[in-house]
C-alpha cells in the first residue's frame, strides 16, 4: 500500500480532533487496543472498521488480524514507513486500527442506575483522562463521564493511556458539568469531588461508613484543581490524606485511591462488585 492512498490519508487525518469529529472515527495503536477494538460493538456494528498492519506484526498477531477480518474490518497490508505515517508513536507496534467512535449518551449512562462513575471535569492531559479511565475499569466502575470542557477521549495518548479499557466501559463525553452532576444525584448517586483542599478525609469516610452507597468521583485539572462554584454542586469535597511528605498526588493516583476506595465500601456493604476479576 502506497503513503500515497486515499486510506492512508484518510488514517493519518484522524490525529487531528477535527477530521475525528467529522468522521466519528479514530485510531487504535498496538495490539493490545486492536485487539480490545476488534471484539467490540458500538450501537450493534463493528467498532473496527479497517486495520494496517506490517507483514511482521500481521504474522506475529495472526488472532488479532484473524479477529479483525471476522468483525468485517478491512484489513491491508502496509509497509513499516505507512505505519509510521499513521501511527502517532515514536515506535510503533505495526498495528494501527480505525475505529467508530463509541461514547455513550449520557442519558443512557443514567438509565443503567450506576453504582461507581468517575466524573472528568476540565481534564486538559490526554494521559490522565486515559489513565483515570483505565482506573475506573479496574475498579469495577461502571461509566466515565467527561464534561464539554475536558480532552478528546479519542485523542490518540489518551486511547493508548487507556490500555484497552475505553473499550471495557461506558463513556459519557461532552457533558456539561451541571448537567452531570445533577443528573447524577436525580439517578440516586452520591456526588463527591476529590480535592487536596476538602474539607473531609477519606480515610475518615470510610471508618464513618459512608461511602457504601452509589458515587460518582469529580476530578478536576490537575494543575488548578476543581474551582469552587463546581465543588459548591457536589455532596462533599474529599481529599485523600497525605501521611508522607509529599505535596500532593498526581491526577491519576488520586483516582485510583478513591475508586477503589468507593469499590471496597460498596462491597463491604453488601454489593457484590469485583475489582479482582470478572
Known sequence: MSPRSPRVAAARRLAKRNFRGKERLFLAEGPQAVREAAGHLAGGAATLVELFATLEAAERYADIVGAARDAGARVHLASEQVIADISTTVTPQGLVGVCRFLDTPFEEVLAARPRLVALLANVRDPGNAGTVLRCADAAGAEAVVLTDASVDVYNPKAVRASVGSLFHLPVAVGVPVEQAVEG??????????????GDRDLDDELDKGTMGGPTAWLFGNEAWGLPEETRALTDAVVRVPIHGKAESLNLATAAAVCLYASARAQRAAGGCRSVTGN
Open 184 to 197: 447524577l444525584r436525580a439517578a440516586g448517586v452520591r456526588v463527591l469531588a476529590a480535592d487536596g483542599a
